[in-house]
Each structure stands twice: as C-alpha cells, then as structure tokens.
C-alpha cells in the first residue's frame, strides 16, 4: 500500500488566491482527517469524514475553508480567499476507525505570500 | 489552560543517553493515550499506544500514564542518531473519539 498520498507537496501562492489541496487515503480506511500545523499551535485538526460524509468541521477556522470528499478514494481541501496567515503545512491522514491508528500523508506546505 | 501541554525543547543529548520526554492534560476524561514520531518534512506515525495507566515497553521505548497525576511520559532507553525527530503525545476519550495532540517536542541526538 502507498500510504495517504498527498499533493501538491508544496504550494507558493499569493494574497486572494484559490489554493485546492488534495489526498488519497488508504484503501478501506472509513475515516478522513484533515489537520494544520504551525509552530505556534502545533497539530489542529480541522474537519474529519466518516463514509465520505463530514462529521466534525468545528475546527475549519472561517468560512474561507471547505472540504469534500466525493468519493472514498479522494478528498479536497480548498482555501478561498487565502490569506498569509493559512501559511502551514496541512496534513491528511486516514484510520479504519474513529481513535484508532492514523496514517498520516508528507503533507502540502502552503505559503501564502 | 491547554488540555494537552508539553514541555517545548528543542532538546538535544548525547547518543547512547536515556531520554524522557512528557505531557501534561487536564481532561480526567482522556483514556487512550499515543505518542507520534515525526521525522522532518514527513507526517506524524504512530510510535507507542496504551489505555488507562500503567507502562508499557517496546524495545528501547518506554510509554507511562499516571492518570491520578494526568501525566504521561515516553522514555527512549540508548537513545540512536536515527530518534532525532519531533514528539508529539496525542491523546482521546474514547475508542471512537477524535485526538488531542500536544505541540511536539524536537529532540536531537548527538553522534
């Protein structure tokens, strides 16, 4: 199995931008984490699916942020507008069950400037 | 106060020394209890799981929950070149409860 695949893995963008980050989870995992982090507050997660369908967006910061997951095998995370603050890395990872092991992708760096 | 806090490093020994690394919490609810090892420019992975208190061992680490102190530790016994990475504890509820992770702290150790 390849792991949790994301890309880009680095993304250089400015001020106002769209920026659309992309993962693969693990096949036959039923879970889908999306997570940021910074030096500052270190690893949030900021929304997770179970079956594809969103259960917790509590941590998605403002409505600049949305995510989606069509189907098993794919999710996005799109910022519009972006801002220099959502410079981080963003993580995906997947588990088969809610608190159970998570396998994390390499991340997306993301650089607003 | 945070509901995970850990000591922030960076932190850098000697190879061969033992390591202890900890993380303090303030939710008496949290009952499953992880630490994740993240090597630069890669994701977290999972080094060491254990529910409730007690140790649990795995070759040269140790993992320790004192959950009347709300404390948990991660020893790393001959500690290699190869440990150097961030540590992050994380920890849930519940089987079926999302994680709350600790910022991490950056260890490095000197050949």
């Known amino acids: 199995d390849a792991g949790v695949i994301q890309s880009p893995r680095h993304e250089v963008t400015e001020m106002g931008q769209e920026v659309t980050l992309r993962c693969k989870p693990i096949?036959?995992?039923?879970?889908l984490f999306w997570y940021r982090q910074t030096m500052m507050r270190g690893l949030e997660l900021l929304i997770y699916?179970?079956?594809?369908?969103?259960?917790?967006d509590s941590g998605m910061p403002e409505d600049r942020f949305s995510a989606k997951m069509p189907n098993a095998s794919f999710s996005t995370l799109k910022i519009q507008p972006s801002e220099p603050r959502d410079s981080a890395v963003y993580f995906c990872?997947?588990?088969?069950?809610?608190?159970?092991?998570?396998?994390f992708g390499s991340g997306t760096q993301l650089s607003v400037l | 106060q945070k509901e995970v806090e850990q000591d922030p490093g960076p932190l850098s020994v000697p190879e061969g020394a033992i390591v202890s690394l900890n993380c303090t919490y303030s939710?008496?609810?949290?009952?499953?209890f992880m630490w994740y090892r993240q090597y630069s420019r890669k994701g977290p992975e999972l080094l060491m799981y254990?529910?409730?208190?007690g140790n649990k061992e795995d070759g040269r680490f140790t993992a320790q929950v004192d959950k009347s102190s709300k404390y948990i530790s991660l020893f790393i016994r001959d500690s290699q070149p190869s440990d150097s990475a961030t540590y992050l504890c994380?920890?849930?509820?519940?089987?079926?409860?999302?994680?709350?992770f600790g910022k991490g702290i950056t260890l490095s150790v000197r050949p």
């Open positions: 990872a997947s588990s088969r069950g809610n608190g159970e092991k998570l396998f």
């Open positions: 096949s036959g995992h039923d879970y």
């Open positions: 699916f179970n079956n594809n369908v969103p259960i917790d």
């Open positions: 939710n008496s609810a949290f009952q499953y």
């Open positions: 254990t529910y409730s208190s």
């Open positions: 994380a920890m849930s509820t519940g089987a079926n409860s999302k994680l709350t």
